[in-house]
């Protein structure tokens, strides 16, 4: 049976939580427990965000409280409008993170039958510590580098296949689309963009939003390699400067990595651009739709190699 991180950051945060609060004479100290393991989130800053969260929720959460056992007394009457007004409010100002722990720290004040400033104090302390010992906890997390290395290599060596596979269509040699090899990189990007994510929110002082932003960049060229698939079904027929463009793409999947800006592929396209613009036009329809096909399909292509350079500037 495996235990996880986040099992054993629970089961040491939230006893740790109420041992402090009965040592310093809390009251109720296993709310600071409950408090712990429900802000105990996946990443440093969500337990941050949620903490901060929860404490103005506790502020708006007593005002409430203080008016609301004040005209009706300490009952479950009470309790009820208390949950009526505060559950709205917080909805009201998204503040939805603080309901459940909120509503069981106001309702210890039916027990206490007052509202004093000791109180009070006390179910701030019991958030705070609770929080506290969540945000402790989740000082130490996992190194990520090498897993998102290790996804941008899957994903490169993805596309490069799927320009590989491109090329030998655009040749018209019999081969399968690269619809199967498209799909497999949209599932690993996907994967990719949540552990990006998680890695970015670990760290509080410096900018680690590069996978983020290099993953996002792959997106988009995926998204063009997809249009630029469709549209290879539709070409019959290519020309010299279509074998060309294949050859284009074969340089491209050959020359594909992280540094690449594509300013030299670019240029030759542009070369190819200058042909078409000085060559006679088609002397029958399927050689206008083939040749408008591959000028759409050379756009397309332009635009996947925009992408990289955009993100390189």
Same mark, same amino acid.
């Given at each position: 049976?495996k235990? %996880?991180?986040?099992t054993?950051?629970?089961?040491?945060?939230? !006893?740790?939580?109420?041992f402090?609060?009965?040592?310093?004479?809390?009251l109720?100290?296993?709310?600071? &427990? =409950?408090i712990?393991?429900?802000?105990?989130?996946?990443?440093?800053?969500?337990?941050?965000?949620?903490?901060?969260?929860?404490? *103005?929720?506790?502020?708006?959460?007593?005002v =409430?409280a203080?008016?609301?056992?004040?005209l009706?007394?300490?009952?479950?009457? $009470?309790?009820?409008?208390?949950?009526?007004?505060?559950?709205?409010?917080s909805n009201?100002?998204?503040?939805?993170? &603080?309901?459940?722990?909120?509503?069981?720290?106001?309702?210890?004040?039916?027990?206490y039958?007052?509202?004093?400033? $000791?109180?009070?104090?006390?179910?701030?302390? /019991?958030?705070?510590? %609770?929080? &506290?010992?969540?945000?402790?906890?989740? *000082?130490y997390?996992?190194? /990520?580098?090498?897993t *998102?290395r290790?996804k941008q290599?899957?994903?490169?060596?993805?596309?490069k296949r799927?320009? @590989?596979?491109?090329?030998?269509?655009?040749m018209?040699?019999?081969? !399968?689309?690269?619809?199967?090899e498209?799909?497999?990189?949209?599932?690993e990007?996907?994967a990719?963009?949540?552990?990006?994510?998680?890695h970015?929110?670990?760290?509080?002082?410096?900018?680690?939003?590069?996978?983020?932003?290099?993953?996002?960049?792959r997106?988009?060229?995926?998204?063009?390699?997809?249009?630029?698939?469709?549209?290879?079904? +539709?070409?019959?027929?290519?020309?010299?400067?279509g074998?060309?463009?294949?050859?284009?793409?074969?340089?491209?999947?050959?020359?594909?990595?992280?540094?690449?800006?594509?300013?030299?592929?670019?240029?030759?396209?542009?070369?190819v651009?200058?042909?078409?613009?000085?060559?006679?036009l088609?002397?029958?329809r399927?050689?206008?739709?083939?040749?408008? $096909?591959?000028?759409?399909?050379?756009? +397309?292509?332009? @635009?996947?190699?925009?992408?990289?350079?955009?993100?390189?500037?």
């Amino acid at each position: 049976m495996k235990i %996880g991180l986040r099992t054993v950051k629970t089961a040491i945060s939230a !006893p740790i939580a109420i041992f402090i609060a009965q040592q310093i004479g809390l009251l109720n100290p296993a709310s600071a &427990g =409950i408090i712990a393991i429900l802000s105990l989130t996946s990443t440093k800053r969500s337990t941050l965000k949620v903490g901060f969260e929860r404490l *103005l929720s506790l502020t708006l959460a007593l005002v =409430i409280a203080f008016v609301v056992y004040h005209l009706v007394g300490y009952n479950a009457l $009470s309790f009820g409008l208390f949950l009526l007004v505060f559950i709205t409010l917080s909805n009201q100002f998204k503040l939805n993170e &603080g309901i459940a722990v909120n509503s069981v720290l106001i309702s210890q004040f039916i027990t206490y039958k007052e509202m004093t400033v $000791s109180n009070v104090l006390n179910a701030y302390f /019991l958030m705070i510590l %609770g929080v &506290g010992c969540a945000l402790l906890a989740n *000082l130490y997390m996992p190194d /990520l580098s090498k897993t *998102l290395r290790s996804k941008q290599a899957n994903i490169d060596e993805g596309i490069k296949r799927i320009l @590989h596979k491109m090329a030998t269509e655009l040749m018209k040699q019999q081969v !399968p689309s690269a619809q199967a090899e498209i799909v497999a990189v949209k599932d690993e990007l996907s994967a990719a963009r949540k552990w990006s994510k998680t890695h970015t929110e670990n760290h509080f002082f410096s900018d680690e939003s590069y996978f983020q932003s290099y993953f996002s960049m792959r997106e988009l060229q995926i998204q063009s390699l997809e249009r630029m698939e469709v549209i290879l079904q +539709e070409i019959e027929r290519v020309d010299n400067k279509g074998l060309e463009i294949a050859h284009i793409l074969e340089e491209t999947a050959s020359e594909f990595s992280e540094a690449n800006d594509g300013k030299l592929l670019l240029d030759k396209l542009q070369k190819v651009y200058y042909y078409y613009r000085q060559t006679a036009l088609p002397i029958n329809r399927q050689e206008f739709e083939d040749r408008a $096909s591959l000028f759409h399909f050379l756009q +397309e292509f332009e @635009h996947f190699l925009e992408i990289k350079k955009s993100f390189l500037s």
